[in-house]
């Protein structure tokens, strides 16, 4: 799968271990920083990137990675088309997919440790949307609320 990633300087450790944990795996990334974890920087510049990659195509899939999750949650959700969702469980990381269709795992490296970490994004990864009439009712319903709100 074609995954962007990104983080800032506060997620950058788990953006490094995740890189080398799906590159193994076999999954094609697109890093897109940051690079420098000495030099405090802004969550929103990352989650612009990785919304843009998905938006673009370049990218099936997107992971931001900052302290919380909740900053780089709400700069991603600002893009048309986007739905990022905070997960720092698996029930989460793969109901998020199923029903709404998200498309960027958001996880916070202040919040969970690695190895759930590791367990969210595989299970956010495998994760399938369901395609439910239910369910694409609802989503048509936020494609409207994005089409008036999002100018």
Do not use: W
Not at 57 to 81: D, M, Q, T, Y
Not at 116 to 134: Q, Y
């Amino acid at each position: 799968m074609k995954i962007a990633i990104a983080s800032d300087h506060a997620g950058f450790e788990y953006k490094r271990m995740l890189n080398e944990f799906l590159v193994g795996m076999g999954h094609e990334l697109q890093d897109l920083g940051s690079y420098h974890p000495e030099v405090p920087d802004d969550y929103p510049d990352y989650a612009a990137a990785v919304a843009k990659a998905i938006i673009s195509g370049e990218a099936e899939r997107g992971i931001l990675i900052c302290g919380s999750a909740v900053g780089v949650s709400i700069a991603a959700n600002k893009f048309k088309g986007i739905r990022a969702g905070v997960c720092h469980d698996t029930y989460s990381a793969h109901q998020c997919v199923e029903h709404d269709d998200v498309n960027i795992l958001c996880l916070g490296q202040r919040v969970i440790g690695m190895a759930l970490a590791k367990e969210i994004v595989l299970t956010f990864l495998n994760a399938v949307f369901s395609a439910e009439e239910r369910h694409q009712r609802r989503l048509h319903k936020i494609a409207l609320i994005e089409q008036q709100n999002l100018k």
